[in-house]
């Protein structure tokens, strides 16, 4: 199928974006990567009146690492955050998540920014960005705000921006020392959505033993779904943690959906199988960060 009739412009800054965007208002939508909204628009299930092509705003192709935050601008595309490595270290999370992101020429088109904005329960990122507790800066010609992840995903496929406004870079905190952070999905094929996805973060108190855990779910409902670990490991040392006790609890917190691909209870048993692995990933990482502040301490002194 072809794309429906629409309007089509292409600013050259943002500012020329954002007017745009307040003139034409609702039935209007953003290109950045296109890997989603280009089959949503060549099937007909989206048909916006007009389209405003950003790729030549440049200014909003960075990632870096500042203030205790991992900037993503609106126009850098997963391969460039994956293949960041003071991204990397800053948040080891998203290099985790980003690797399962669909293939390499879709990473190497889509944008960060981008999967946030389209909000697929299925998807990586909006789990990653909810787990973190990170936000999404938005701008429009009234001025900017910056939007917390548990209120910017609003439901399958719909997030908290507005038709006047432009997406213009999303914020990951960046990972405290003795903390982890593993992921984990299942996937019929790889590279395909997953039937199921676990993003988990542990932290460890001055004791080494964990203080707090939590995990965030992606194909379990309508948008990501972040529930609290800590009742189930906390006080633990990581090398032996209760991971079934932990799976369990996540079970019992968690109303999964039922689709063409699993049933809920299927996907209840496949939550829990990956809260295993995605917390024992995080554990021994923040075990190994944990050990390395000390010995930096140990030194010091």
Do not use: W
């Not at 990951?172 to 199921?196: I, K, M």
């Amino acid at each position: 199928m072809k794309p429906p009739p629409l309007g089509y412009s292409r600013p050259e800054s943002v500012s020329d974006a954002l007017a745009i965007l307040a003139a034409k208002g609702h039935g209007t939508k953003v290109l950045a990567g296109g890997q989603s909204l280009v089959p949503l628009l060549s099937m007909r299930l989206a048909t916006p009146a007009h389209l405003v092509d950003i790729n030549r705003l440049h200014e909003l192709g960075y990632v870096r690492v500042e203030n205790g935050q991992v900037h993503v601008g609106a126009l850098a595309r997963h391969a460039q955050v994956l293949a960041d490595k003071a991204v990397a270290q800053a948040q080891p999370l998203l290099a985790k998540a980003l690797g399962f992101v669909a293939h390499a020429a879709i990473r190497n088109r889509g944008t960060t920014v981008g999967s946030l904005v389209h909000a697929d329960p299925a998807a990586e990122m909006p789990a990653v960005l909810a787990l973190l507790g990170g936000a999404v800066r938005l701008a429009s010609s009234d001025g900017q705000r910056e939007v917390p992840a548990d209120e910017f995903f609003v439901g399958p496929l719909e997030s908290a921006v507005l038709p006047s406004e432009l997406a213009t870079e999303a914020l990951f905190p960046v990972l405290p020392s003795t903390a982890g952070t593993g992921f984990a999905e299942v996937s019929r094929r790889r590279g395909d959505y997953a039937v199921c996805g676990v993003a988990a973060m542990v932290v460890l108190g001055d004791n080494g033993r964990v203080s707090s855990a939590r995990a965030s779910f992606l194909s379990v409902g309508p948008s990501p779904q972040v529930v609290e670990l800590t009742d189930a490991v906390v006080g633990q040392p990581p090398q032996a943690v209760d991971l079934t006790a932990a799976a369990k609890l996540a079970g019992q917190l968690l109303d999964p959906e039922a689709d063409i691909h699993a049933t809920a209870d299927y996907r209840r048993h496949l939550a829990g199988v990956l809260t295993k692995r995605a917390l024992r990933e995080a554990l021994g990482e923040a075990n190994d960060r944990f050990n390395a502040v000390g010995q930096v301490v140990n030194e010091a002194s």
